[in-house]
């Protein structure tokens, strides 16, 4: 079967080291250990007691049991934890997907699942998000597009890299799509809690329909990426032959991950993680749109729901990966180009970051932007 590299992934892989303006990252700006020692009051002294040996495969149970308690009626028997996100999916997709099946996704969005199925021979069928509609979606293009050969409906809510969330009508037609043929929902959520103009927190899938799986992490949305510890809730039923794979592809999630995990997500300090990232989030986002009106008329952003980061639109006199790289180049400042999501005329830009980082990046940007401007002219 040919290969096809993950586009978004292998650009960050060769362009994000080393950088100094790095808005290409899609999460809340990480934290230090030691900021999350002190905001759990961990005992570091029990903590570096523990073994460096493997934990529990499918995680710890006091550990399921907080991720499930996120989830109303889920217990901890419908929780597998995993390495990330991104092992979620893979399992995912090489447990539920042969051949002759077809899957429906989303664009533009993050395409890690997407390209798990396509890696395995799966027909992928694209459903446009309408920006001009606040990027909802093209619910006549979805009908169209499910038929008895649809294993998987896909959609990563809020969504990555608009920002979007699905409203209540748009979230009714993919369940009622997904019931007519007996589909699954597989529900990326890894930025539930980063809402920006509300404290309600997006509501999962799960327990909307009997065939939902839901995926999260602790990288989005609670800043903690380098623990690579993520999760997928599923049926119980589901859940031997999900972790039979999860024994082929990483055994488990780390010792102290897991560890680190399960002091995050006590219900006080998740609190605490979920406070700083709105604060992150929602000065960011004020930040960035007071830059980009430095230049009326070339940029423009649907406002995110949610999300570090925004899907912003821009009229140049080059494509994106071309804007991009010279934001690289001349400035070192990264960004994500649109085309690696399959839109031309955008870029993807985190804005959840310290106030005077952001600020000198942005002015980077708008400098760039100036000097184009001149020489078009």
Do not use: C
Not at 67 to 96: F, R
Not at 228 to 235: E, F, Y
Not at 284 to 306: D, K, R
Request: proline share 5%; charged share 20%.
């Amino acid at each position: 079967m040919p290969f096809h590299p993950f586009a978004v992934e292998q650009f960050l892989s060769e362009m994000e080291h080393g950088v100094r303006f790095n808005f290409s990252e899609s999460g809340v700006h990480p934290m230090s250990y030691a900021a999350l020692f002190a905001m759990a009051q961990i005992d570091t002294e029990a903590l570096f007691d523990t073994l460096v040996d493997y934990p529990q495969v499918n995680g710890f149970q006091t550990l399921r049991e907080r991720i499930a308690a996120l989830y109303d009626g889920a217990g901890a028997e419908n929780v597998l934890v995993t390495v990330g996100a991104t092992e979620a999916n893979t399992l995912i997709a090489n447990t539920l997907l042969e051949p002759g099946d077809n899957m429906v996704v989303f664009r533009p969005t993050y395409e890690q699942m997407a390209g798990n199925a396509r890696n395995l021979g799966i027909e992928l069928r694209l459903v446009n998000l309408i920006e001009d509609e606040g990027w909802a979606v093209d619910r006549d293009a979805l009908a169209a597009s499910v038929d008895d050969r649809t294993k998987i409906i896909h959609v990563v809510n809020p969504n990555n890299p608009t920002g979007g969330v699905l409203s209540i009508a748009d979230r009714a037609a993919i369940l009622a799509s997904a019931e007519r043929v007996g589909a699954w929902i597989v529900a990326d959520e890894v930025y539930a809690g980063t809402e920006r103009a509300t404290d309600i927190p997006t509501a999962s899938f799960w327990g909307q329909e009997a065939r939902v799986i839901a995926i999260n992490s602790m990288s989005k949305a609670y800043g903690l990426p380098g623990l690579r510890l993520g999760w997928l809730v599923a049926p119980q039923d589901m859940i031997p032959a999900l972790w039979r794979r999860h024994e082929y592809a990483s055994i488990s999630a780390s010792m102290m991950s897991m560890k680190l995990a399960e002091h995050a997500l006590a219900p006080a300090t998740r609190a605490k993680l979920t406070e700083r990232a709105r604060g992150l989030i929602r000065r960011g986002f004020e930040t960035l749109t007071e830059a980009l009106q430095e230049h009326p008329g070339v940029f423009s952003v649907v406002p995110p729901q949610a999300s570090a980061m925004s899907f912003v639109k821009f009229d140049l006199p080059l494509g994106a990966e071309a804007f991009a790289l010279r934001l690289l180049r001349e400035q070192d400042v990264l960004v994500i180009p649109g085309n690696k999501f399959g839109l031309e005329g955008h870029f993807r830009f985190s804005s959840a970051l310290p106030e005077p980082h952001l600020r000198e990046g942005l002015a980077r940007l708008n400098a760039l932007t100036s000097e184009i401007l001149a020489n078009a002219g």
